[in-house]
Nanobody, 122 residues
Framework: VQLQASGGGLVQAGGSLRLSCVVS????????IGWFRQAPGKEREFVAA?????????FYRNSVLGRFTISRDIRKNTVYLQMNSLLPEDTAVYFC???????????????WGQGTQVTVSS
């Protein structure tokens, strides 16, 4: 499975961005697609994940609940992360990744895309 993330950029606090992750290869072998982020000097942390290519279920870290929404378009093999009401502390490099099982632990994911930078100015 290969993943290609895009959609990052510079936005003011309170603004929105939508990240995209195009998944290719044996996509149905990986039920879980997750988004992680890593800020300078910090460990990579879980942001959101969805399980299933149809009837998906979303999971979120507490600090993004109500602001971020994960979704999938099976026709485009793409997973989106809609980020609203962005805060300066959301600034990080965002990565998408795929796993057979597991949701929040990055060690459960065995395929990673390249990162896309999200910068939120105050």
């Amino acid at each position: 499975v290969q993943l290609q993330a895009s959609g990052g950029g510079l936005v003011q606090a309170g603004g929105s961005l939508r990240l995209s992750c195009v998944v290719s290869g044996r996509i149905f072998s990986r039920e879980v697609i997750g988004w992680f982020r890593q800020a300078p000097g910090k460990e990579r942390e879980f942001v959101a994940a969805s399980r299933g290519w149809t009837g998906t279920t979303g999971f979120y870290r507490n600090s993004v609940l109500g602001r971020f929404t994960i979704s999938r378009d099976i026709r485009k093999n793409t997973v989106y992360l809609q980020m609203n009401s962005l805060l300066p502390e959301d600034t990080a490099v965002y990565f998408c990744a795929a796993a057979e099982t597991g949701i929040r632990d990055p060690d459960e994911y065995d395929s990673w895309g390249q990162g896309t930078q999200v910068t939120v100015s105050s």
